[in-house]
Nanobody
Framework: VQLQASGGGLVQAGGSLRLSCAAS????????MGWLRQTPGKDREFVAA?????YYAGSVKGRFTISRDNAKNMVYLQMNDLKPEDTAVYYC??????????????WGRGTLVTVSS
């Protein structure tokens, strides 16, 4: 599975962004999909995952929404009410485990999200 995230950018606190992830591979729908994020000097952390249900980190629950379109091999992360602490490189991930692990089976190049105060 190859993954490519996009949609990052600079946004003010309180604003919104929508990240997209394009996945290749015929077995896309057999994997749990999700998002991880990482800031310099910190470990990669779990953000959200989706399989038949969704699961969120406590820090983003109620603000972020993950969705997937198996027909298009796409995963999305709608991020609302963004905060400066959401600033990070966001990675799309595919994993046999659910919720996804911070060392998933597959992850792609990340997209940078910067939230200004």
């Amino acid at each position: 599975v190859q993954l490519q995230a996009s949609g990052g950018g600079l946004v003010q606190a309180g604003g919104s962004l929508r990240l997209s992830c394009a996945a290749s591979g015929r077995t896309f729908d057999t994997y749990a999909m999700g998002w991880l994020r990482q800031t310099p000097g910190k470990d990669r952390e779990f953000v959200a995952a989706i399989r038949r249900s969704t699961y969120y980190a406590g820090s983003v629950k109620g603000r972020f929404t993950i969705s997937r379109d198996n027909a298009k091999n796409m995963v999305y992360l709608q991020m609302n009410d963004l905060k400066p602490e959401d600033t990070a490189v966001y990675y799309c991930a595919a994993d046999r485990a659910y919720p996804i692990r911070t060392t998933p089976d597959y992850w792609g190049r990340g997209t940078l999200v910067t939230v200004s105060s």
